[in-house]
Every structure is written in structure tokens, then in C-alpha cells.
């Protein structure tokens, strides 16, 4: 299933999946109240909820709470996850970064994953408008996957991690490059350089939906990057050096994960400006169009906005 979060042209916030490619189904209205209102209530329970939806596989469009995709709003498919920890798991990203300042990558780097939190509470969906926070001269994209906690779990193993995961999604990892230049001297994260910004969307697809892009623990998903049309990135997600079970495993450590909570990837190698340079694309500015595009998780575009926004 292809999971959303929309508005209707009266500014209802409404929640269900995406039909036929063609429609925008409201759960709660389909199902008689049967199904929650809300995408992160559908998390919640999702083994309870998860078989209901065999019933309205061939749903009729021309039912109540059925409307077609371009008469509705895609929003963030979850607007205020649980929360967000964002990974570092691409090499080809870290060790360009890292080159970039004349560094190599440390040798803890290949000893387990990290993260760090971003502000799950600032988060965008497809066509909203991103702001350029206050003083910012280097506002960059970064191309990422990302996917959803779907049953509770602690200490979770690699090979029982895959059943903790709902689905998957794009996820861009807006970034201030001068700011987080800055904040990383003192050591404790990019702080203020992503706190502003992140954006998901337009779906999350259940993981039975890119069971034909499945190899082993990877998935093989072409991901590409576009600013006003121009192709800047490209990359794939077999490139994971960490795979998302790792990821799960060393996110649950002596923690528990809980249904609604997202964990990203980390940038796609030459996913984004920072890596590319400057002589490739400048810094992003207000009007510009970015857009994220994955197999099987469609499209995401974002549109920057004013400074200070």
C-alpha cells in the first residue's frame, strides 16, 4: 500500500492510501470508522489495522471518502512522527564529505552505525515550501531514504529487524551548510545546520510494494536528485554500506523503538551540493526547485521559500 496524509479543497486533514495510482481514500470515511483518522493512529496498531485492507483492494471510486489525487493536497505522509534519527550509512557520501575537508573517515565509522536526531516537529511535506533559515548563504538538499517504525520492539536483532519495519520513503535532510560548518567544531552535531527542515513524502509504501526491488538485505532502488530540472544526483540504495536491519539493531540498543518513529539513511553518494561542489550547482536560493525522485517511492519536490520564513 501506498500510504498518505492529504488535505481537500475545505482544508480537512484527512489520511488513508492511494488507489489505482488515480485516488486519494479516506480510511476512516471507507471503512465506517472501522479504520483510524490518522496515518501514525494507523502505525500504532498496524497488525491489528494490517488486515482490514484486503476488503477495499478493489475499492469503488465513486464511494464517500474516495477522491481523485489531483483533487486533494499530499501532505507529509506522517506530519509529526514520533521521531527522527538520521544515519550516516553511505560511504561514498562520508568519505567525499570527509575528503572535502581534508579529512579520511575514522575507523569507528566502520565499527557500527550512527545517528543523530533531527527536530521531528519540522517537518514538510511534497510541494511545501522550504525556508531559508535567518542569515543562511549555503542552504543545501541531501538525497536520502528513509523508513518507518511499524511494531515496538528493544534489542532487536539484525535478523529480526525487518519485521519492526512498516514501509519506506524519501526523505530529504535539508541542510545550512555554513551554520552546520560552524556548530560541528564544537562536536555535539550539525545542530542548528538541520533543525529547521525536513521533508518526507509524498508516500510511505509498505514494504510489500518493493518486494520485487528486494536482493538479499538490500534493496535495489535507483535514487536521483533534480534542482530547476537539472540532474545533479545519482545513486542507489544497494549502496548502503549499513543495511536498515543494522541500523534498527544499533538504534534499539538498550532502547525501545516504537511504531511511528523514522530512521533515515543518511545522504546517497553525490547526493547532494556539499559533495557536488559549488562549481556544479550554487548554494540553493529562494524559488528553486528540488526534487527527490526513488524506485517505487515516487517523487518528492519542495519549492525554497523566503530567508528567515
Known amino acids: 500500500m501506498k500510504l498518505i496524509t492529504f488535505l481537500l479543497p475545505s482544508g480537512e486533514e484527512k489520511a488513508g492510501w492511494i488507489s489505482q495510482n488515480e485516488f486519494a481514500v479516506d480510511m476512516h470515511e471507507v471503512s465506517s470508522k472501522?479504520?483510524?483518522?490518522?496515518?501514525?493512529?494507523?502505525?500504532?496498531?498496524?497488525?491489528?489495522?494490517?488486515?482490514m485492507f484486503s476488503q477495499y483492494e478493489n475499492i469503488s471510486p465513486d464511494l464517500p471518502g474516495v477522491y481523485n489525487l489531483d483533487q486533494v493536497q499530499l501532505l507529509a505522509p506522517i506530519p509529526k512522527p514520533v521521531s527522527i534519527r538520521d544515519f550516516y550509512a553511505f560511504e561514498d557520501h562520508v568519505k567525499t564529505a570527509?575528503?572535502?575537508?581534508?579529512?579520511?573517515?575514522?575507523?569507528?565509522?566502520?565499527?557500527?552505525?550512527?545517528?543523530?536526531?533531527?527536530?521531528?516537529?519540522?517537518?514538510?511535506?511534497?510541494?511545501?515550501?522550504i525556508p531559508i533559515p535567518k542569515g543562511c548563504k549555503a542552504l543545501d538538499y541531501e538525497l536520502e531514504i528513509a523508513c518507518v517504525i511499524g511494531k515496538e520492539g528493544r534489542n532487536i536483532s539484525v535478523q529480526n529487524a525487518e519485521q519492526h519495519i512498516l514501509g519506506f520513503c524519501i526523505m530529504n535532510d535539508w541542510s545550512a551548510r555554513d551554520f552546520q560548518k560552524e556548530e560541528m567544531k564544537v562536536g555535539l552535531g550539525p545542530a542548528?545546520?538541520?533543525?529547521?527542515?525536513?521533508?518526507?513524502g509524498?508516500?510511505?509504501?509498505?514494504?510489500?510494494?518493493?518486494?520485487?526491488?528486494?536482493?538479499?538485505?538490500?534493496?535495489?532502488l535507483n535514487m536521483a536528485a533534480y534542482v530547476n530540472g537539472k540532474h545533479l544526483s545519482n545513486g542507489n540504495t544497494e549502496d548502503l554500506y549499513y543495511t536498515f536491519s543494522e541500523m534498527i539493531e544499533?538504534?534499539?540498543?538498550?532502547v525501545t523503538l516504537y511504531p511511528g518513529e523514522v530512521i533515515?539513511?543518511?545522504?546517497?553518494?553525490?547526493?547532494?551540493?556539499?559533495?557536488?561542489?559549488?562549481?556544479?550547482?550554487?548554494?540553493?536560493?529562494?524559488?528553486?526547485?528540488?526534487?527527490?525522485?526513488?524506485?517505487?517511492?515516487?517523487?518528492?519536490?519542495?519549492?525554497i521559500g523566503e530567508e528567515g520564513g
Do not use: M
Not at 472501522?34 to 496498531?45: F, M, R
Not at 548554494?283 to 519542495?302: C, M, R
Open 34 to 51: 472501522g479504520l483510524p483518522e490518522s496515518i501514525i493512529d494507523l502505525v500504532a496498531k498496524w497488525s491489528y489495522f494490517k488486515p
Open 98 to 129: 570527509r575528503a572535502n575537508r581534508g579529512l579520511e573517515i575514522v575507523e569507528e565509522w566502520y565499527k557500527f552505525p550512527v545517528f543523530y536526531f533531527t527536530n521531528h516537529l519540522a517537518v514538510k511535506g511534497p510541494n511545501d515550501f
Open 192 to 200: 542548528k545546520g538541520k533543525d529547521f527542515a525536513t521533508s518526507f
Open 202 to 220: 509524498p508516500f510511505i509504501a509498505t514494504v510489500d510494494e518493493l518486494t520485487e526491488f528486494k536482493k538479499d538485505q538490500h534493496y535495489r
Open 250 to 254: 544499533r538504534a534499539s540498543a538498550g
Open 264 to 303: 533515515g539513511s543518511g545522504t546517497v553518494g553525490t547526493g547532494c551540493i556539499l559533495e557536488l561542489g559549488t562549481e556544479v550547482q550554487d548554494w540553493l536560493k529562494k524559488g528553486d526547485e528540488v526534487a527527490l525522485s526513488i524506485d517505487g517511492l515516487g517523487t518528492l519536490v519542495n519549492i
